[in-house]
């Protein structure tokens, strides 16, 4: 186990925000966990993973905690088990290597494997919930072991339940995902390639990565867009609802490479908000507000944070 205190959380944030937290523990097994969890009962606790969801707005007077656990083990031919503190890419390229296929088009997301159950990442068509079969958890106050299938999981569009009637009722310790043997290779580089050219790197440029979700309207709101804009990108799904994708509404209200302090919408992908030059956590939620309501003025569509303000 490690722990610090009064330490800056900068290295635990893929924005670099400078905020301080009163104790931030690290452990590395399920005893140990239950052990800070029984310790520290009562006190405000926040588990993050590599902290690229994240914006912290002010310091954090409380434990955050982080997992030491990173290791994956096959349990059989179709599924493989991975710790909530291995970064989910490290386990994709892993599998790329072995010969496996599933969750190649899951490649170079930031966030370790905990947090790929809690977000339900996606990217090209494959989304978390697609690959995941279930996901072990630890009960923060009973601190037992219990297991989430997939639809207990209450799975959504970058959503889970664990970001809603869960959160802060358990602590995901490991997922199995369902893999198959396939040369996925070529794809994976390819992904790779494609987030590379319009993405800011992680460590390099500060950022959390897709900063917006993509809004969902009705067709009858779809249909009337595309009578003033013919060309406007959208995607049918169920309900009768069309996704659309946020940065094409951005873009359209001239916000790429548009800076707000140290705050920048990044001009190769206006999705993202990027750390452009020592922003503060207000810079960036100033920024993000801004480009919401001129979306909101414009188009008349609400697009929201992807990202989780702490």
């Known amino acids: ?68 656990m990173a290791r994956a083990k096959f349990l059989d031919d179709e599924t493989v088990e991975a710790q909530n503190g291995l970064k989910l890419d490290d386990m994709i390229a892993q599998l790329t290597d072995m010969g496996y296929s599933g969750l190649e088009k899951l490649s170079l997301i930031p966030g370790e494997v905990g947090a ?8 090209y068509g494959v989304e978390a919930k697609d690959v995941i079969e279930r996901v072990y958890t630890l009960d923060v106050e009973t601190l037992e072991e219990r297991v989430f299938s997939n639809e207990e999981c209450r799975f959504g569009y970058r959503d889970s339940a664990f970001k809603h009637e869960l959160k802060g009722k358990y602590i995901v310790t490991s997922v199995v995902y369902k893999v198959k043997p396939g040369d996925a290779t070529k794809t994976r580089e390819e992904i790779i390639q494609t987030r590379m050219a319009k993405l800011p790197t992680v460590g390099e ?80 939620i100033d920024l993000a507000a801004k480009v919401s309501a001129s979306v909101k003025e414009k188009f008349g569509i609400d697009i929201h944070p992807e990202v989780n303000y702490i």
Request: proline share 6%.
């Open 116 to 123: 790929s159950a809690v977000q339900n990442v996606g990217a």
């Open 205 to 284: 440029t500060g950022s959390a990565g897709s900063f917006f979700m993509n809004p969902f309207v009705p067709e009858e709101k779809a249909n009337e867009l595309l009578a003033q804009y013919p060309d406007m990108p959208h995607f049918p799904v169920e309900g009768e609802r069309v996704k659309i994708p946020a940065a094409w509404l951005i873009e359209q209200c001239g916000w790429k490479g548009k800076t707000l302090g140290g705050a920048q919408v990044w001009p190769k992908q206006p999705l993202v908000i990027v750390n452009a030059n020592n922003a503060t956590a207000q810079d960036i």
């Open 1 to 68: 186990m490690t722990i610090k205190e009064n330490i800056s959380l900068s290295p635990y944030n893929t924005f670099g925000i400078d905020a301080k937290a009163r104790l931030f523990i690290e452990y590395h097994s399920l005893d140990e966990l239950r052990e800070v969890l029984k310790e520290h009962k009562g006190e405000p606790i926040l588990h993050i993973g590599q902290g690229s969801n994240l914006l912290f707005t002010r310091d954090f007077d409380g434990v955050i905690l982080h997992s030491g």
